[in-house]
């Protein structure tokens, strides 16, 4: 089974802090890699997306860093905020066919005031 | 903004019991996806569509089926419901365009307990 290996599991990081969680896959095939976020009660949403021709990418407080040859990927979160508590789901997925997304098993990110 | 609703947000069955998890999607999508969620498993698929009529075994389909009648409503059903089939379920939909993965936009889940 194709699978994406996400850690740590859970993470407690003080306010301003660099938040940092790492994604590994197996699948070669695999080219597009999101993360979404997920506050309690909400459903996920996308929070931000990276193709391998790219070795970063960033939103904001928010950077994907993906290294292809190790088949690695990690969402860091700058001055991490509070509200930035929620769970985040890493991805990954074929840009061809009827593929679909294959998750992460999620990282509980807690922002300590 | 896309918007996809889910016709209960808390549910509660009995053993052996049908269940109908509802959902739509106002945005015209074509795909559209269902799964659950447990503590430290993440999110795994069970069932996907891409078109009415047409659907596409996930990766735990086992003790479930689906229904799309119409294009805007996306059905799942527990045909015999049993305890551990106790979770949150999530529905999704995204845009269809071969070649291209689009966002997937969730809607805020049914938590079902089956005692």
């Known amino acids: 089974q194709q699978q994406v290996k996400q850690s740590p599991q859970s993470l407690i990081v003080q306010k301003g802090g660099i938040s940092i969680i790492n994604c590994a896959y197996e699948?070669?095939?695999?080219?597009?890699f999101p993360w979404y976020q997920q506050f309690p009660g909400k459903g996920p949403a996308l929070l931000i997306a990276?193709?391998?021709?790219?070795s970063e990418k960033k939103e904001g407080r928010f950077t994907i860093s993906f290294n292809k040859s190790a088949k690695q990927f990690s969402l860091h979160i700058m001055d991490s905020q509070p509200g930035d508590s929620a769970t985040y789901f890493c991805?990954?997925?074929?840009?061809?066919?009827?593929?679909?997304?294959?998750f992460g098993k999620g990282t509980m990110l807690l922002v300590s005031p | 903004d896309v918007k996809v609703t889910q016709s209960s947000r808390y549910l509660v069955k009995r053993t052996g019991e049908k269940v109908f998890l509802e959902c739509v999607q106002d945005?015209?999508?074509?795909?559209m996806f269902w799964y659950r969620q447990d503590p430290g498993l993440g999110l795994r698929l069970i069932y996907f569509?891409?078109?009415?009529?047409?659907?596409e075994k996930g990766d735990i389909p086992e003790g479930y089926s689906v229904s799309r009648e119409k294009k805007e409503r996306f059905s799942l059903i527990l045909e015999s419901a049993s305890t551990n089939q106790t979770s949150m379920y999530l529905c999704?939909?995204?845009?269809?365009?071969?070649?291209?993965?689009?966002?997937?936009?969730f809607g805020p889940g049914t938590r079902l307990t089956v005692t």
């Open positions: 569509s891409y078109d009415v009529k047409m659907k």
């Open positions: 990276i193709r391998p021709d790219v």
């Open positions: 945005m015209d999508h074509e795909n």
């Open positions: 991805a990954a997925t074929r840009n061809s066919g009827y593929s679909t997304l294959t």
């Open positions: 699948n070669t095939a695999f080219d597009y």
């Open positions: 999704a939909s995204s845009l269809f365009l071969a070649g291209v993965p689009y966002e997937q936009y």
